[in-house]
């Protein structure tokens, strides 16, 4: 499975973006998909992830009312919809694919490439 993430840019504090991760090569409701961030200097975590039907989510207590996670698997698609960005969100976001329910990293087996969301105050 390829995985290509995009909609990253630069933001002020309370602003809003929308990623995106097309998924292609493989059949896409085999797979769990999630979102991690890696922020400078850190390690990568999780933020959120969902279930092939679209009807179990679990997300990083510290998104949870500002980032909506959801898929459209007709168009082999996962949307991140991140709401009242705050700096400290300011990351490269990957989104991940995994056979297994997870929010470790190392359970996702197919991963993006990456796409920047800076955060400014």
């Known amino acids: 499975v390829q995985l290509q993430a995009y909609g990253g840019g630069s933001v002020q504090t309370g602003g809003c973006l929308r990623l995106?991760?097309?998924?292609?090569?493989?059949?896409?409701?085999?797979?769990?998909m999630g979102w991690f961030r890696q922020a400078p200097g850190k390690e990568r975590e999780f933020v959120v992830r969902?279930?092939?039907?679209?009807?179990?989510?679990s997300y990083k207590y510290s998104v949870k009312g500002r980032f909506t996670i959801s898929r459209d698997n007709a168009k082999n698609t996962v949307y991140l919809q991140m709401n009242s960005l705050k700096p400290e969100d300011t990351a490269v976001y990957y989104c991940?694919?995994?056979?297994?329910?997870?929010?470790?990293?190392?359970?996702?087996?197919?991963w993006g490439q990456g796409t920047l969301v800076t955060v400014s105050s």
């Open positions: 991940a694919a995994s056979v297994r329910v997870s929010t470790w990293d190392r359970e996702y087996n197919f």
């Open positions: 995106s991760c097309l998924a292609s090569g493989g059949t896409f409701t085999n797979y769990f």
């Open positions: 969902i279930r092939w039907s679209g009807d179990s989510t």
